[in-house]
């Protein structure tokens, strides 16, 4: 039995192994930072710009591209506001890492903001 700090290289992540990681991590922070936060049809474009410079902070975000849904908005609208929460959201999330590109998106399946890789590829 191998020791835990011994690595074999068929089991050591590839770079594209990594690359669709760190798209992943980009999706977990977007989300669970901002799921909740109080939008209105007004507030909607400057949360956009908010969302996407927070997440291209991050290491290896190449574009981050939010577009809330001010019709979906002003339909649940109670208030004069509502909650963000993916069925709001179409984002999309593009992350280069040693060289691997990855774009990934966020889309409403079966009632659930469904997170997916769209591509890899080697540039």
């Known amino acids: 039995m191998d020791s835990p700090d011994s690595t074999d290289a068929d089991s050591a992540p590839?770079?594209?192994?990594?690359?669709?990681?760190?798209?992943?991590?980009?999706?977990?922070?977007l989300y669970h930072q901002f799921a909740g936060t109080p939008v209105s049809p007004d507030s909607s474009a400057s949360l956009e710009t908010a969302i996407e410079e927070s997440i291209e902070n991050q290491p290896f975000c190449e574009s981050v591209t939010v577009d809330?849904?001010?019709?979906?908005?002003?339909?649940?609208?109670?208030?004069?506001?509502?909650?963000?929460t993916g069925r709001f959201m179409e984002v999309e999330i593009v992350v280069d890492h040693e060289g691997v590109e990855v774009v990934t998106c966020m889309e409403m399946e079966d009632g659930y903001p469904l997170m997916k890789v769209e591509s890899v590829s080697d540039e």
């Open 68 to 84: 809330i849904l001010t019709e979906k908005l002003e339909a649940e609208i109670d208030h004069g506001y509502t909650e963000l």
């Open 14 to 29: 590839t770079d594209r192994d990594s690359a669709c990681f760190e798209a992943g991590i980009k999706f977990g922070a």
